[in-house]
């Protein structure tokens, strides 16, 4: 575990006891994409290969990162009550708990990562609120999450739940059936439940697809930019809302997009509803 917070590499406190810091995470790249410090030399080096390899990558994060916004207002919108974010990450302003809170103070949300860093992190900045918490799992473990104290003691799964796998799947590897690990959560799910998803799409962009597999590959991790077909896949049970799958940008957008439209871009996203 992350004790305290010394050391250096950015730091001013960490003590680091089971995990590599050499070894690149993909909660600490975002980070270092959308401007935060929680991220060590690897992740840094990672980061800027991809940034090197396509200098749109930190401005792609930022939509990646309305979109969950503007997702979780639109659940909110609709009734739920109740999120679990898959793959959380290290959270940055504007995160889940702040903008639905902002919306209803009594929801509640089971935040999940396997970072250390993204927990730690994550189980201080929530510390003070009742029912926010953060789950150390493995996402592609759906019932190691589904039935952990911490997720049974704050969701009721007999009412609607809002998941949301924001730009994590694409790290999931296809023999390690992303489809299978998206319809265990789904099966949990109440009918009126909700799946939010963005995920790397190679629509238009097969260059950067292989680049960009490329550069995790040699960084010694997975990476998955999958066609829209692959993605809609992921959404099999769940009706999409309005406009559907499509590039992060036109998902809703509540403002004028920094994004043109007749440039592709690298990420779909969606909700759907569980009927």
């Known amino acids: 575990m992350i004790h305290g917070m010394t050391g250096d590499d950015g730091f001013s406190d960490w003590t680091l006891d089971d995990f590599d810091p050499a070894r690149p995470s993909p909660a600490r790249v975002y980070d270092y994409w959308l401007g935060g410090t929680y991220n060590f030399s690897a992740d840094r080096e990672l980061a800027e290969r991809a940034i090197a390899a396509w200098p749109e990558i930190p401005q792609v994060m930022r939509q990646n990162r309305a979109f969950l916004q503007r997702a979780v ?82 969701l009721d799964l007999d009412k609607p739940v809002g998941v949301l796998m924001v730009a994590m799947l694409h790290f999931v590897a296809d023999d390690e059936d992303p489809a299978g690990i998206v319809s265990r959560y789904r099966d949990a799910l109440m009918p009126g439940s909700y799946l939010a998803l963005s995920h790397a799409c190679r629509h238009h962009l097969e260059d950067f697809a292989v680049e960009h597999e490329q550069i995790y590959r040699r960084a010694g991790m997975t990476i998955r930019v999958r066609s829209l077909e692959e993605i809609a896949a992921l959404f099999d049970g769940f009706q999409l809302v309005e406009p559907g799958l499509v590039p992060l940008p036109q998902w809703r957008p509540e403002a004028e997009s920094t994004w043109s439209d007749e440039r592709p871009f690298p990420g779909a996203g969606g909700v759907g509803r569980k009927s």
């Open 73 to 154: 207002r639109f659940l909110i919108s609709v009734g739920i009550r109740q999120f679990l974010d898959l793959g959380s990450g290290i959270p940055t302003e504007g995160n889940v708990h702040q903008i639905a809170r902002q919306e209803n103070p009594d929801t509640k949300i089971v935040y999940v990562d396997l970072d250390p860093v993204a927990v730690t992190h994550s189980r201080a900045l929530v510390h003070d609120y009742d029912g926010v918490t953060v789950l150390q799992a493995d996402l592609r473990e759906p019932e190691q999450v589904l039935k952990s104290n911490q997720l049974q003691a704050l």
